[in-house]
């Protein structure tokens, strides 16, 4: 068997419930649970099983919700003797990734993405921003898109290389609008807009980073026990605040990403928090590894099941 990889997903995964039957059946889990909501000074756990959805779907409560539910099911993972070899995580799930390898304490991590979905969520006046999805159109020819319309005052740039044949672009409304028209133009298949409160992942978030800096400096950082492949460079992270800054305005490379797990001998990927999103993904960027979803006891005892004795 080749080495493994532990995925975790980014913000748009939240559902309501998410979470909940692995701390009714884990006290490890619970305690994951219970650690969030000391550190946050209210009752997260309330809000990810009870929702209402739209408050879930919150920036600034679904990015420390996604991150609490995705450790609680690495804990029971590593509790039953299943490592990874590299982490890795979309977005948001690049916190998750941190944890998950030693580099944050997962009470720091909570609070620093609750204090960056605040950020987020301040840097550019509500709809101002959006994202969309493009399907079906070459990278480089997306890249000469978004920078053509940037440069004709109406910023837009590529914001999430998903895998082959899809791409997020981010920026203002009107950048958005004019490059995915034009993207229809030169052969795109489709061009989705996404229901985001903002433009992630574009140089309109540098105000949100510069003010994130400081969350960063209030936090303990450590090198990772275990290596992290970098949203920004697809490549092992060095230094960890310089990266989280820059992830807020740069790129996500996940197809890279994915490729140089692949690359460094990973066979077999583990997504492991709420929906299926990554597995999805890295099935369309390499139909040769294993992956696996990692949501609830039951999918959880199954990998465990799958994997012990092997690794």
């Not at 319309?149 to 290389?161: S, W």
């Amino acid at each position: 068997m080749g080495k493994i990889a532990f995925v975790f997903p980014g913000q748009g995964s939240q559902t309501v419930g998410m979470g909940q039957a692995i701390a009714n059946s884990n006290s490890t889990a619970q305690e994951v649970f219970n650690t969030a909501d000391k550190r946050l000074g209210y009752d997260l756990s309330s809000i990810m099983f009870n929702g209402p959805q739209e408050k879930l779907t919150k920036t600034y409560y679904a990015q420390p919700a996604l991150l609490t539910a995705s450790i609680a099911l690495a804990q029971v993972l590593r509790e039953a003797g299943i490592e990874p070899d590299y982490t890795a995580g979309h977005s948001l799930g690049e916190y998750s990734a941190l944890v998950a390898s030693g580099a944050l304490s997962f009470s720091d991590a909570v609070y620093a993405v609750s204090k960056r979905g605040e950020l987020m969520e301040e840097a550019v006046p509500n709809g101002e921003g959006t994202m969309a999805a493009v399907l079906g159109l070459e990278r480089n020819i997306l890249a000469d898109i978004t920078e053509s319309v940037t440069k004709d005052g109406f910023p837009v740039q590529l914001a999430n290389l998903n895998c082959p044949g899809q791409i997020v672009i981010s920026g203002t409304v009107a950048g958005v609008e004019k490059a995915g028209a034009l993207a229809k133009e030169s052969g795109a298949k489709r061009v989705l807009p996404l229901q985001v409160s903002g433009p992630f992942h574009s140089s309109l978030m540098k105000p949100a980073a510069e003010k994130f800096q400081s969350v960063l400096h209030e936090i303990e950082i450590n090198e990772a026990r275990i290596p992290v492949i970098a949203n920004v460079t697809a490549e092992p992270i060095s230094d960890i605040e310089d990266t989280l800054v820059k992830q807020l305005y740069s790129p996500v490379l996940w197809e890279d990403s994915v490729e140089k797990m692949i690359e460094l001998g990973v066979d077999t990927f583990i997504e492991v928090g709420p929906g299926k999103v990554l597995s999805g993904l890295i099935r369309k960027i390499n139909r040769d590894v294993k992956t696996y979803s990692v949501q609830d006891p039951d999918s959880c005892q199954s990998v465990i099941d799958t994997l012990k004795g092997v690794k």
